[in-house]
């Protein structure tokens, strides 16, 4: 994941609108309050498959990206392999980056 990328998921995590953590996320998605997933990419096959599933059937961006450390750093928590990002004009921005 590049810097630009780490950089707005920690500025949207200290803007409040992302959720991380299995339940969270799973949460997040199954409400329709996710626009956006990003999974590690070492997370383990079931983790990025379960969220792909998911992510699928109730219409959300999903991605994998980045190591489970960077995203843990970057929003400031520990062993962190998925998170759900909560606002629609910041997701949109993250998945530009993504695509970079």
């Known amino acids: 994941m590049n810097q630009k990328t ?7 995590c200290k803007a409040g609108k992302v959720r991380s953590g ?6 997040s998605v199954k409400k329709n309050r ?12 079931g983790t990025k ?7 699928k059937f109730y219409n959300v961006s999903f991605y994998i990206d980045g190591t489970i450390d ?4 970057a929003i400031g928590k520990s062993c962190r392999s998925a998170v759900a990002v909560t606002d629609r ?3 949109c921005a993250l998945v530009r980056l993504l695509k970079e």
């Open 22 to 27: 299995s339940f969270e996320v799973e949460e």
């Open 70 to 73: 960077e995203i843990s750093r």
């Open 6 to 12: 780490l950089s707005m998921l920690s500025m949207s």
């Open 34 to 45: 996710a626009f956006l997933v990003i999974a590690a990419g070492d997370s383990s096959a």
């Open 49 to 55: 498959k379960k969220y792909a599933d998911m992510c």
């Open 89 to 91: 004009g910041l997701s």
